[in-house]
Protein backbone atom coordinates (compact mmCIF):
# COMPACT_ATOMS: atom_id res chain seq x y z
CA UNK A 1 0.00 0.00 0.00
CA UNK A 2 1.16 3.66 -0.98
CA UNK A 3 2.01 6.11 1.88
CA UNK A 4 -1.46 7.96 2.52
CA UNK A 5 -2.08 10.77 4.56
CA UNK A 6 -5.64 10.35 6.17
CA UNK A 7 -7.45 12.46 9.27
CA UNK A 8 -7.46 10.69 12.45
CA UNK A 9 -8.82 10.98 15.83
CA UNK A 10 -5.24 10.91 16.82
CA UNK A 11 -5.76 10.55 21.17
CA UNK A 12 -2.44 11.69 23.35
CA UNK A 13 -2.58 8.34 25.70
CA UNK A 14 -2.47 6.41 21.98
CA UNK A 15 0.21 3.65 21.84
CA UNK A 16 2.53 4.09 19.38
CA UNK A 17 3.05 1.61 16.90
CA UNK A 18 5.69 0.80 14.23
CA UNK A 19 4.76 1.81 10.91
CA UNK A 20 5.94 -0.06 8.07
CA UNK A 21 8.00 1.87 5.28
CA UNK A 22 8.21 1.40 1.43
CA UNK A 23 12.02 1.76 -0.24
CA UNK A 24 11.93 4.31 -2.91
CA UNK A 25 14.69 5.01 -4.94
CA UNK A 26 16.39 8.14 -3.15
CA UNK A 27 16.92 8.67 0.26
CA UNK A 28 15.60 6.54 2.94
CA UNK A 29 12.57 4.19 3.00
CA UNK A 30 8.99 6.12 3.25
CA UNK A 31 6.50 5.12 6.37
CA UNK A 32 3.54 3.93 4.70
CA UNK A 33 0.93 5.50 6.58
CA UNK A 34 1.68 9.18 6.49
CA UNK A 35 0.06 11.87 8.78
CA UNK A 36 -1.17 15.21 6.04
CA UNK A 37 -1.92 18.56 7.38
CA UNK A 38 -3.70 19.74 4.01
CA UNK A 39 -7.77 20.94 5.32
CA UNK A 40 -10.51 22.86 4.13
CA UNK A 41 -9.33 25.79 5.55
CA UNK A 42 -5.70 25.28 4.93
CA UNK A 43 -4.48 25.63 8.75
CA UNK A 44 -6.74 28.09 9.39
CA UNK A 45 -9.90 27.47 11.43
CA UNK A 46 -7.64 25.60 13.25
CA UNK A 47 -4.50 28.22 13.94
CA UNK A 48 -0.93 27.42 13.93
CA UNK A 49 -1.35 26.12 17.45
CA UNK A 50 -4.09 23.93 16.39
CA UNK A 51 -2.07 21.93 13.93
CA UNK A 52 0.76 22.16 16.11
CA UNK A 53 -1.20 19.61 18.55
CA UNK A 54 -2.29 17.51 15.99
CA UNK A 55 1.07 16.83 14.57
CA UNK A 56 2.04 16.33 18.72
CA UNK A 57 -0.69 13.73 18.92
CA UNK A 58 0.48 12.06 15.29
CA UNK A 59 3.55 11.67 17.21
CA UNK A 60 2.34 9.79 20.12
CA UNK A 61 0.30 7.58 18.10
CA UNK A 62 3.15 6.26 16.25
CA UNK A 63 3.15 8.51 12.90
CA UNK A 64 6.77 9.17 11.63
CA UNK A 65 5.41 10.57 8.09
CA UNK A 66 4.65 13.96 8.05
CA UNK A 67 3.21 15.81 4.88
CA UNK A 68 3.01 19.27 4.43
CA UNK A 69 3.40 21.87 1.46
CA UNK A 70 3.76 25.51 1.08
CA UNK A 71 0.42 26.16 0.05
CA UNK A 72 -1.24 24.20 3.28
CA UNK A 73 0.17 26.89 5.76
CA UNK A 74 0.81 24.23 8.12
CA UNK A 75 4.48 23.82 7.59
CA UNK A 76 5.77 26.52 10.42
CA UNK A 77 3.20 24.06 12.69
CA UNK A 78 4.60 21.29 12.04
CA UNK A 79 7.81 22.53 12.85
CA UNK A 80 6.62 23.86 16.01
CA UNK A 81 5.53 20.15 16.46
CA UNK A 82 9.03 18.98 15.32
CA UNK A 83 10.97 21.34 17.68
CA UNK A 84 8.95 20.67 20.68
CA UNK A 85 9.13 17.24 20.62
CA UNK A 86 12.45 17.14 20.27
CA UNK A 87 13.04 19.42 23.33
CA UNK A 88 10.57 17.26 25.09
CA UNK A 89 12.96 14.06 24.39
CA UNK A 90 9.93 12.36 22.42
CA UNK A 91 12.08 11.93 19.37
CA UNK A 92 16.06 11.86 19.26
CA UNK A 93 16.29 14.28 16.71
CA UNK A 94 14.35 15.48 13.18
CA UNK A 95 16.33 12.77 11.76
CA UNK A 96 13.64 10.08 13.18
CA UNK A 97 10.79 11.76 11.13
CA UNK A 98 9.90 11.54 7.33
CA UNK A 99 9.13 14.87 5.80
CA UNK A 100 7.22 15.89 2.80
CA UNK A 101 6.45 19.43 1.84
CA UNK A 102 6.07 20.56 -2.10
CA UNK A 103 6.29 23.37 -4.51
CA UNK A 104 3.69 25.75 -4.81
CA UNK A 105 2.80 26.48 -8.63
CA UNK A 106 3.33 30.39 -8.35
CA UNK A 107 7.36 28.76 -7.88
CA UNK A 108 7.26 26.40 -10.35
CA UNK A 109 9.43 28.83 -12.42
CA UNK A 110 13.11 28.29 -13.86
CA UNK A 111 15.10 30.84 -10.64
CA UNK A 112 12.17 30.84 -8.26
CA UNK A 113 12.47 26.71 -6.69
CA UNK A 114 14.80 26.79 -4.99
CA UNK A 115 14.58 30.03 -3.36
CA UNK A 116 10.97 28.21 -2.56
CA UNK A 117 12.21 25.09 -1.01
CA UNK A 118 14.81 27.42 1.27
CA UNK A 119 11.78 29.66 2.62
CA UNK A 120 9.87 26.35 3.01
CA UNK A 121 12.78 25.16 5.60
CA UNK A 122 12.82 27.90 7.18
CA UNK A 123 9.25 27.66 7.87
CA UNK A 124 9.81 23.99 9.24
CA UNK A 125 13.19 25.02 11.23
CA UNK A 126 14.75 21.79 9.46
CA UNK A 127 17.93 21.76 7.45
CA UNK A 128 16.60 19.52 4.94
CA UNK A 129 12.96 17.79 3.89
CA UNK A 130 12.99 13.54 3.24
CA UNK A 131 10.93 14.66 0.07
CA UNK A 132 9.94 17.40 -2.14
CA UNK A 133 7.27 17.45 -4.69
CA UNK A 134 5.73 19.49 -7.78
CA UNK A 135 2.46 20.12 -6.48
CA UNK A 136 1.03 20.13 -9.75
CA UNK A 137 2.12 19.90 -13.36
CA UNK A 138 1.34 24.01 -13.81
CA UNK A 139 2.58 26.82 -13.30
CA UNK A 140 0.97 30.02 -12.48
CA UNK A 141 1.91 34.08 -12.45
CA UNK A 142 3.94 34.93 -9.60
CA UNK A 143 1.30 37.11 -7.45
CA UNK A 144 1.74 40.60 -6.83
CA UNK A 145 1.72 40.14 -3.26
CA UNK A 146 4.20 37.55 -2.67
CA UNK A 147 3.27 34.50 -0.84
CA UNK A 148 -0.85 34.18 -1.71
CA UNK A 149 -1.87 30.94 -2.58
CA UNK A 150 -5.14 31.82 -4.22
CA UNK A 151 -5.33 30.36 -7.84
CA UNK A 152 -6.17 32.83 -10.37
CA UNK A 153 -7.23 31.05 -13.49
CA UNK A 154 -5.98 33.73 -16.05
CA UNK A 155 -2.69 33.76 -14.56
CA UNK A 156 -1.88 29.06 -15.04
CA UNK A 157 0.71 29.02 -17.95
CA UNK A 158 2.26 25.88 -19.38
CA UNK A 159 5.28 24.81 -16.69
CA UNK A 160 9.04 24.71 -18.19
CA UNK A 161 8.93 21.55 -16.60
CA UNK A 162 12.64 20.82 -17.84
CA UNK A 163 13.79 23.94 -16.44
CA UNK A 164 12.08 23.36 -12.76
CA UNK A 165 13.62 19.86 -12.58
CA UNK A 166 16.69 20.55 -12.88
CA UNK A 167 16.13 23.16 -10.25
CA UNK A 168 14.60 20.03 -8.46
CA UNK A 169 17.72 18.10 -9.14
CA UNK A 170 19.73 21.03 -8.03
CA UNK A 171 17.76 20.94 -4.71
CA UNK A 172 18.83 17.35 -4.48
CA UNK A 173 22.00 17.45 -4.81
CA UNK A 174 22.39 20.22 -2.60
CA UNK A 175 20.97 17.68 -0.10
CA UNK A 176 18.01 20.19 0.75
CA UNK A 177 16.31 17.13 -0.26
CA UNK A 178 17.19 13.85 0.29
CA UNK A 179 14.29 12.71 -2.68
CA UNK A 180 12.03 15.01 -5.06
CA UNK A 181 9.84 13.60 -7.15
CA UNK A 182 6.11 15.00 -8.41
CA UNK A 183 2.48 15.17 -7.62
CA UNK A 184 -0.87 15.10 -9.45
CA UNK A 185 1.16 14.14 -12.59
CA UNK A 186 -0.70 11.70 -15.11
CA UNK A 187 1.33 8.96 -17.22
CA UNK A 188 1.57 11.26 -20.07
CA UNK A 189 3.26 14.12 -18.13
CA UNK A 190 5.24 11.74 -16.46
CA UNK A 191 6.31 10.01 -19.55
CA UNK A 192 7.74 13.61 -20.97
CA UNK A 193 9.65 14.20 -17.48
CA UNK A 194 11.21 11.01 -17.93
CA UNK A 195 12.01 11.67 -21.18
CA UNK A 196 15.07 14.45 -19.69
CA UNK A 197 15.00 13.89 -16.55
CA UNK A 198 18.73 12.97 -14.76
CA UNK A 199 17.26 11.94 -11.42
CA UNK A 200 13.86 10.33 -12.26
CA UNK A 201 10.95 11.22 -9.42
CA UNK A 202 11.10 9.11 -6.70
CA UNK A 203 7.17 9.62 -6.03
CA UNK A 204 3.96 10.84 -7.70
CA UNK A 205 0.92 11.67 -4.75
CA UNK A 206 -2.16 11.61 -6.15
CA UNK A 207 -5.90 10.86 -5.26
CA UNK A 208 -6.53 7.09 -4.66
CA UNK A 209 -9.25 5.12 -2.57
CA UNK A 210 -11.74 2.29 -3.56
CA UNK A 211 -13.80 5.09 -5.66
CA UNK A 212 -10.42 6.64 -7.56
CA UNK A 213 -8.00 3.33 -7.92
CA UNK A 214 -5.65 4.98 -10.21
CA UNK A 215 -5.17 1.42 -11.71
CA UNK A 216 -3.30 2.44 -15.41
CA UNK A 217 -1.07 5.25 -13.27
CA UNK A 218 -0.14 2.74 -10.74
CA UNK A 219 0.78 0.09 -13.23
CA UNK A 220 2.42 2.71 -15.01
CA UNK A 221 4.41 3.47 -11.45
CA UNK A 222 5.50 0.27 -10.82
CA UNK A 223 7.03 -0.31 -13.97
CA UNK A 224 9.27 3.03 -13.90
CA UNK A 225 10.63 2.63 -10.45
CA UNK A 226 8.36 5.24 -8.90
CA UNK A 227 6.87 5.00 -5.72
CA UNK A 228 2.77 5.66 -6.44
CA UNK A 229 1.46 8.13 -2.76
CA UNK A 230 -1.87 8.08 -2.01
CA UNK A 231 -3.41 10.99 -0.95
CA UNK A 232 -7.38 11.42 0.64
CA UNK A 233 -7.52 7.77 1.15
CA UNK A 234 -10.65 8.25 2.93
CA UNK A 235 -12.26 10.47 -0.09
CA UNK A 236 -11.72 14.07 1.92
CA UNK A 237 -14.87 14.09 3.23
CA UNK A 238 -15.54 17.41 4.05
CA UNK A 239 -12.67 19.16 2.15
CA UNK A 240 -13.44 21.56 -1.46
CA UNK A 241 -11.47 19.25 -3.25
CA UNK A 242 -12.77 15.24 -2.54
CA UNK A 243 -16.35 14.14 -1.68
CA UNK A 244 -17.78 11.67 0.17
CA UNK A 245 -17.91 8.62 -1.56
CA UNK A 246 -15.74 6.66 -0.09
CA UNK A 247 -16.80 6.98 4.05
CA UNK A 248 -20.46 7.48 2.86
CA UNK A 249 -20.35 4.24 0.66
CA UNK A 250 -23.09 1.31 1.55
CA UNK A 251 -20.52 -1.78 0.03
CA UNK A 252 -17.72 -0.62 2.60
CA UNK A 253 -19.78 0.19 5.44
CA UNK A 254 -21.72 -3.69 4.99
CA UNK A 255 -17.70 -4.83 4.89
CA UNK A 256 -16.96 -3.04 7.69
CA UNK A 257 -20.04 -4.02 9.67
CA UNK A 258 -19.44 -8.11 8.93
CA UNK A 259 -15.71 -7.11 10.19
CA UNK A 260 -16.59 -5.47 13.27
CA UNK A 261 -14.42 -2.42 11.75
CA UNK A 262 -14.88 1.26 10.60
CA UNK A 263 -15.12 2.17 7.32
CA UNK A 264 -12.22 3.98 7.95
CA UNK A 265 -10.52 0.53 8.28
CA UNK A 266 -11.47 -1.26 5.95
CA UNK A 267 -11.61 1.81 3.22
CA UNK A 268 -7.67 2.80 3.71
Known amino acids: MAPSHCDTNNQSN ?12 LGKPTPRIGFGTASATLGQAEGRAGVTQAV ?8 RHFDTASSYNTE ?9 AVRAGKIASRDDLY ?39 VSMRPPAVEGAIMVVKDDLVEMDMKGVWEEMEECHRRGLARAIGVSNFTCKKLEYLLSFAKIPPAANQVEVHPYCRQNKLRAFCTDKGIQLCAYSPLGGKGAPWANNSVMDSPILEQIAHEKGKTVAQVGV
Open 14 to 25: AVPVAMPAAVVR
Open 99 to 137: ITTKLWIADAHPGRVLPALQKSLRNLRVEYVDMYLIHFP
Open 56 to 63: LHALAAGY
Open 76 to 84: AAVGDAVAQ
